[in-house]
């Protein structure tokens, strides 16, 4: 398991800039650390990454390891609980609208992933990009801590609201460790 030392120096292979945010995806321990400017650690949020594990196969619904961008990002201004559907505002839902729901119904903001590492997460069959991973909301806050989703990494509605606030507009690596 790389450390995050180790992942700082790789980063600079993806983002030279110096204000680039960094988000380290520990799939063991169903944490997301974010990193300002590198070094600076900001905070650690639950998540849920994929319940079939980690992998990069079109319609395994698996979890892509290694580093990504963030390159798209939906949602802002939108109320906490707004439903998405093909990255469209759709309407505001809250949890029990969804109490036996197992699909990864995706609220409150949306952060797009592409995957920087070819034959691993870009690249025909493989994309991340093309597989609309995404680091979103979700209806499923209960699961948060246990792998759950089918591919993306979900978040409670709040922390992707403040993650989303803290991002603002700069770059952002995400690491996936497998």
């Known amino acids: 398991m790389k450390d995050f030392t180790t992942l700082f120096n790789e980063a600079s292979q993806w983002a030279p800039l110096p204000d680039a945010d960094i988000l380290v995806i520990k799939t063991a321990e169903q944490l997301m650390y974010h990193f300002q400017d590198r070094e600076d650690y ?54 029990s609208d969804f109490p036996n729901q197992t699909s990864d119904i995706v609220l409150t903001r949306i952060l797009r992933l592409a995957g920087l590492e070819k034959g691993l997460n870009k690249g025909s069959g493989i994309d991340s990009y093309e597989r609309y991973i995404y680091i979103h909301g979700t209806v499923h806050e209960n699961e948060l801590g246990k792998p ?27 690491y996936i460790q497998a």
């Open 42 to 95: 900001r905070m650690a949020y639950p998540i849920s990454t994929s319940k079939n594990g980690i992998g990069n196969q079109e319609n395994s619904y698996m979890t892509p390891a290694g580093w990504h961008q963030i390159v798209e990002r939906y949602g802002d201004q939108l109320p906490e609980g707004a439903g998405f559907k093909a990255r469209r505002y759709i309407t505001q839902l809250d949890q």
């Open 148 to 174: 759950a989703s089918n591919g993306c990494i979900r978040m409670s509605n709040a922390d992707i609201v403040d993650l989303f606030q803290q991002l603002n507009s700069k770059p952002c690596l995400v």
